[in-house]
C-alpha cells in the first residue's frame, strides 16, 4: 500500500524514495492515481497530498491496457 508514503507527517516525496530503492533493485509498486501520457498523479486537486510528477523516470504498465509507458524500453 504506497498510499502511506504519501502522509504528510512523513515529509517525503514518494516517487523520489521509490526512485532511489530501486536504484540496486527492481521495485514494482501500484499506484494509486492517473498517468496521462505526460504527468504520474496522485489525489485530487484540493487534497492536501496532492502529487503531481512530469516527466518521470521509470516505466509505467497501465492496468488493463496493453501499453508500457516511460523511459526504458518497449514492451515484448
Do not use: C
Amino acid at each position: 500500500n504506497t498510499e502511506i508514503l504519501f502522509e504528510p507527517v512523513l515529509q517525503q516525496d514518494p516517487l523520489r524514495l521509490l526512485q532511489q530503492l530501486s536504484r540496486g533493485r527492481t521495485i514494482v509498486a501500484a499506484w494509486n492515481g492517473k498517468y496521462d501520457g505526460k504527468a504520474l498523479v496522485y489525489a485530487e486537486p484540493s487534497h492536501p497530498e496532492r502529487r503531481r510528477y512530469y516527466e518521470v523516470d521509470a516505466l509505467v504498465y497501465r492496468v488493463g491496457q496493453a501499453q508500457l509507458s516511460g523511459k526504458g524500453g518497449e514492451m515484448p
